[in-house]
């Protein structure tokens, strides 16, 4: 069951969002619409908004009263009593007991806010088994906490703002506007000038809006924050019953759904949804998976809220979330997990990827209850499909609205709503504009994340992900069926493999320090040479900095993929050499690796070329690194190039580093297994010999991120890598990762496909002859040939023939910098059947040339199908 073409048509240039915008802002401005918009009825619209955020929020009496309902109800009337316990015992200083500090610790005072609200949440929640359900007198003791907050640590803006910037403008913000709405007439007959009041101390925390509104011009008002920010003073513009307030936030909430253009930006703004899939926040991070999840979340709340007011066409709304949880959010989720690769620092909290897809499905259930035709069961199945194949099913308890948890409770029930992906079993998903791909097959996906002049390395913020150096250079992850991915990554995964031999990576041997080991707090702070906590500068060199290089990227053909990387510095490197930083302040250099994966049907091959260090230190190339429970059955077999078969059973030594042909790697327990295939190239020479390791570690989960509590965990991590000893010159390396290979399956490859035509750093490519399938990748000027392929300068290539007699050719450019891409088929002259806009085929004597301009293409593939 495929979403309506409609759905799909998600991405909407920012053109179309200004004329969808300009009746709301003549709303806002009480000006005649400019395009017709129908005469509103402000009052009606208000009481519907107000209705409507209710019954998000706390559900109504008829859903509330269903059984499947009863424990989401039950813990909402749960926490209101354990919040009303602490405010009993609370001492000299606090609202609630714990809650200290509230002048100086910004995050205990956002608390404070929160527990008001949670009591709020309880007295508007109609269950028969609430006897806090409409308790005025409790109503009332919420408001006097406003009141006590307000006035002693809120009110006056200039002991304000202190800590984080989230917490003034959005965090305290959020809870305090649900509370207005919630006890809007209580708050009307016990303290009426409350709710003005507090509106107008949130519009003076907006500091980094204009006139205490939102800024679109500001790099704080952008992407998820802005939805927040936005969805805040919609509620508040209901609270207060400011119809020019909600129509200008709704307005200016419409800019979000726009597909960032990175050829003509709005605002200067990069944080968004992209034309394939991507999403980015913070100018540059990768992060589907967190403040994408957070967009998704506030973008369908916007939907619920204003349903049935003349607000927002909900077909506009509905049809871009739809798109999003279609090309942006089902590739990145794996058995019901969140894949790392888009998590940003989020991906070193004890938050599991189950909790964070979570989020998705509870979007998608209520975007499915908003939409319609074949749109709303295709989303239906897929909730089912999530739920059926999570090792960790949703707890709907968590859902924000009880609605929601109603609603998720049907679909299950459903029998004939079958369970059904989103997307087909293989295909490959290629995030240019993230620098990530995804590839799934049957029983598998492979997740790999890169980084560029245009994308983050690493993000590191607020001692969060305190180890990252590498998570861009080549990182990948590598989920198998079946298994409970809590067991094989998350904070896990980080806190026990070392940060320099993440799969995948190639790092220096060095040690490097935290930030807070550099320079003792969570920051750089030298705000003479403009580091300040949330300065430009100290994101571009400290929380994320980009890479120097342009080189990243790759092609993909039908469920096929290749991708390259040529691996560089990062910009603080880069600035600290060019004299830019001061002398204090630290930074790393990198090794150097030019990089290729070729994404295929039962296999993974890496190539790298080129594989050195600068500086002359020794260099670690991770072929991949896994982890397992202390007392799971791990297992390690292989074979070497001479025939020699190599077993570990129990406690017998592992080779160690040894010429091997193979290597298989497989937990019983888990029921799991990975091979290993180590594979020549012509003509290149053969690189070191990899070496197998598999040690018990003991680490806490507080390594990797201040915030997590010091738990302690032991695992046996297993890896796989080529060492090159310091002063070594530039090596190739070459291997394929087959995962669940049987040792048959892996002894087959001395025989057989797939092949390495080249292994440089100027060419690297193979040919799988069972696929009828060659793929290359090509990484300086000037013309580079692979069997019957020609290549001219910088590119990714593809090309399949096919039992029909059809040829098909994928081009790339992977560094978003060429105006045009020529590659050229030597043999039978061929025909176009097909081809995408700018393709251009030409006949000529014994070949066939294709030319695609590929001028703000942004790294998309073009394809051209051929006789």
Request: glycine residues 10%.
């Amino acid at each position: 069951m495929e979403l309506s073409r409609r759905a799909l048509l998600s991405m909407v240039p920012a053109s179309a969002l200004l004329v969808l915008a300009e009746p709301l802002r003549a709303r806002a401005a009480a000006a005649p619409s400019p395009h017709g918009q129908p005469t509103a009825d402000p009052a009606g619209d208000l009481a519907r908004l107000v209705e409507n955020t209710v019954a998000v929020l706390a559900g109504t009496a008829e859903v509330d009263a269903r059984p499947e309902v009863a424990a989401k109800v039950a813990a909402i009337t749960g926490t209101a009593r354990d919040r009303l316990d602490a405010m009993d015992s609370a001492g000299d200083g606090e609202l609630f007991q714990g809650l200290g500090e509230l002048g100086a610790s910004d995050a205990n005072l956002m608390k404070s806010f929160q527990y008001l609200y949670e009591i709020a949440l309880a007295t508007r929640t109609p269950a028969d088994d609430n006897p806090l359900h409409g308790d005025e007198a409790v109503q009332r003791r919420v408001i006097d906490g406003l009141v006590w907050l307000y006035d002693h640590y809120y009110g006056d803006q200039s002991k304000g703002y202190y800590g984080n910037w989230f917490n003034w403008e959005i965090g305290i913000s959020q809870q305090v506007s649900r509370i207005l709405v919630l006890l809007r007439d209580q708050l009307a007959e016990y303290r009426p000038d409350l709710a003005a009041t507090y509106v107008a101390a949130m519009d003076g925390y907006l500091r980094n809006g204009k006139n205490g509104d939102v800024d679109l011009d500001s790099r704080f008002h952008t992407g998820a924050n802005l939805a927040d920010i936005t969805t805040d003073r919609i509620m508040q513009g209901a609270a207060l019953g400011d119809d020019a307030r909600v129509s200008k936030a709704v307005a200016d909430q419409l800019t979000v759904l726009a597909t960032i253009d990175p050829y003509d930006l709005r605002h200067g703004v990069t944080d968004g949804f992209y034309a394939d899939g991507s999403f980015i926040q913070h100018a540059s991070v990768a992060y589907t998976g967190t403040y994408g999840t957070g967009l998704l979340s506030r973008v369908v709340q916007t939907l619920k809220i204003l349903d049935g007011t003349a607000y927002l066409s909900q077909g506009d709304l509905a049809g871009v979330a739809r798109g999003w949880v279609v090309d942006g959010f089902a590739p990145v989720i794996f058995e019901g997990w969140m894949m790392e690769a888009v998590k940003g620092r989020g991906a070193s909290r004890e938050k599991s990827g189950y909790a964070d897809a979570t989020t998705v499905l509870e979007a998608v259930t209520d975007l499915a209850a908003h939409s319609s035709g074949d749109d709303a069961p295709a989303l239906k199945g897929y909730v089912k499909f999530v739920h059926e194949a999570s090792k960790a099913p949703p707890d709907p308890t968590g859902f924000v609205s009880p609605v929601t948890v109603a609603r998720y409770a049907d679909i299950l029930a459903d029998g004939s709503i079958p369970a059904r992906d989103l997307k087909d079993a293989s295909y490959t998903a290629a995030f240019n504009a993230m620098d990530r791909t995804v590839h799934h097959r049957p029983g598998w996906a492979f997740a790999l994340a890169r980084s560029s002049r245009r994308v983050s390395k690493y993000e590191y913020m607020s001692g969060e992900n305190l180890r990252p150096w590498f998570q861009g250079d080549g990182t990948h992850y590598l989920y198998l069926s079946g298994q409970d991915q809590t067991h094989a990554f998350g904070v896990d995964y980080f806190t026990a493999v070392s940060p320099y031999r993440l799969a995948g990576v190639t790092a220096p041997v060095e040690t490097r320090k935290t930030i807070p080991e550099l320079y003792g707090e969570d920051w750089y702070d030298n705000p003479g040479a403009g580091f300040t906590a949330s300065s430009e500068k100290q994101n571009t060199y400290v929380y994320f900095p980009c890479g120097t290089g342009s080189h990243s990227g790759g092609a993909t053909l039908d469920a096929y993929g290749t991708v390259s990387l040529i691996q560089s510095d990062d910009a603080a490197w880069a600035a600290k050499q060019a004299g830019r930083l001061p002398d204090d302040f630290v930074a790393y250099r990198n090794a150097r690796a030019t990089k290729s994966w070729f994404l295929l049907d039962e296999e993974i091959v890496v190539l790298a070329a080129g594989v050195y260090d600068p500086a002359g230190r020794a260099v670690t190339t991770t072929v991949d690194s896994r982890i397992a429970a202390e007392t799971d059955a791990v297992t390690v077999t292989g074979r070497l190039r001479d025939g020699t078969r190599l077993r570990r059973p129990g406690t017998a030594p592992l080779p160690g580093t040894a010429p091997l042909a193979w290597l298989r790697y497989a937990n019983a327990d888990e029921r799991t297994a990975v091979g290993y295939v180590f594979l020549d190239a012509p003509g290149a020479p053969r690189g070191p010999r990899p070496t197998v390791t598999l040690d018990t570690v003991t680490r806490s989960r507080r390594d990797v991120n201040a915030s997590n509590p010091d738990t302690r965990i032991t695992k046996q991590v297993f890896g796989v890598a080529f060492e090159q000893p310091p002063g070594t010159p530039a090596t190739a390396q070459a291997c394929a990762l087959v995962p669940g290979a049987t040792e048959r399956q892996l002894g087959r490859y001395a025989h057989g496909a797939p092949a390495v035509l080249a292994n440089t750093t100027d060419l690297q490519a193979i040919v799988h002859h069972g696929l009828g399938l060659l793929a290359a990748n090509t990484f300086a000027p000037g013309a580079h040939f692979a069997g019957p392929l020609a290549v001219d300068g910088p590119a990714s290539v593809l090309v399949r023939r096919g039992g029909d007699g059809i040829t098909a050719v994928a081009v790339a450019d992977p560094t978003t910098e060429r105006d045009k891409v020529t590659v050229t088929l030597h043999g039978r002259s061929l025909r176009p059947v097909s081809a995408d806009d700018g393709v251009h085929v030409t006949r000529l004597p014994g070949a066939t040339r294709i030319e695609v301009t590929t001028r703000h293409a942004y790294g998309r593939s073009f394809v051209a199908r051929l006789r």
